[in-house]
């Protein structure tokens, strides 16, 4: 056999191996995720993922859809709709929809330009329906889309708190059911953790804060309020908030894929827990 094809069969040889390989991310988010949901859905919930972003791509908004996907087939919680285009984001596309989320979507100022669109997205969450968003979701709105952040509960405004790093969190309201994933009132994890700008705590019900006295690095917040996830209430409807899901292997942690699923519920109506906003108790100064 002559070199060449020597070279092309090897080269065949280890596509076809390579090709094959498992996914090994999907199984270890298959393996990760709640069996069953934690409240029986009162009817087929439907959602609409959105997942471009139009600043800063996360590398883990693939993984994000994979986790969402296993949450949906696995719980059977809710069916999902992934998309990156915003033409069903319309007040009649949006009809079928119990909710809507927003998956490491940077700068939806900037999708978003139509004040028809941008309406139809928050009347929806005002008519009693669901919005959830991941991580970046709260990179962007203000100034160009005030509304928004005024919906989401505040704007990115740099994370102090890489990445890289270890953080340590605790439970602002360990009753409630979006927080049930939380064994302890205290917990390590490794995610990029952000400030936020026109944030008002009073109009949120914050479930968990960073720690942010314990940490070597130092934000903006006078008060030391550095929230991670809420919930609240918008007009008839609910949203769900988490700044987690910058880090892939967020998505395969097992009480961080529980509590997006929880938050999800909540939303959607199936879990019953308040959103009426609570006192900060730690780091006052
Ligand atoms: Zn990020």
């Not at 100022?109 to 005002?126: P, V």
């Not at 529980?258 to 939303?267: K, N, P, V």
């Amino acid at each position: 056999m002559k070199l060449s094809s020597i070279c092309i069969t090897l080269f065949f040889f280890l596509s076809s191996v390579l090709f094959s390989q498992p996914d090994k991310e999907l199984e270890k988010i298959k393996e990760a995720a709640p069996n069953s949901p934690s409240a029986k859905p009162k009817k087929k919930r439907q959602i609409l993922v959105y997942s471009k972003p139009s600043g800063f791509k996360h590398s883990s908004i693939p993984t994000g859809v994979k986790g969402l996907r296993v949450l949906s087939e696995k719980t059977q919680a809710f069916d999902a709709t992934f998309t990156i285009e915003t033409k069903e984001f319309s007040t009649e596309g949006l009809k079928k929809y119990d909710a809507i989320i927003f998956n490491n979507t940077t700068h939806v100022q900037k999708a978003f330009t139509e004040k028809s669109q941008r309406d139809a997205i928050l009347n929806f969450i005002k008519n009693g329906k669901a919005f959830i968003g991941f991580h970046a979701a709260s990179d962007g709105g203000m100034p160009q889309w005030q509304e928004y952040t005024d919906m989401i509960g505040g704007c990115f405004d740099g994370h102090p708190w890489n990445a890289g790093g270890k953080w340590p969190f605790f439970i602002e309201d360990i009753k409630h059911p979006v927080n049930q994933a939380f064994q302890e009132d205290e917990f390590m994890f490794s995610d990029e953790i952000y400030q936020y700008k026109s944030y008002d705590r009073s109009k949120l019900r914050i479930l968990i804060g960073l720690d942010s006295v314990k940490t070597d690095k130092k934000g903006k917040s006078k008060t030391n309020d550095y929230p991670v996830s809420w919930v609240r209430s918008y007009g008839k409807g609910r949203v769900f908030y988490t700044n987690f899901g910058h880090n892939k292997a967020t998505w395969w942690t097992p009480f961080m894929l529980q509590h997006f699923l929880d938050g999800i519920q909540w939303a959607l109506g199936d879990i019953k827990g308040p959103s009426k906003s609570i006192p900060q108790t730690r780091n006052l100064n």
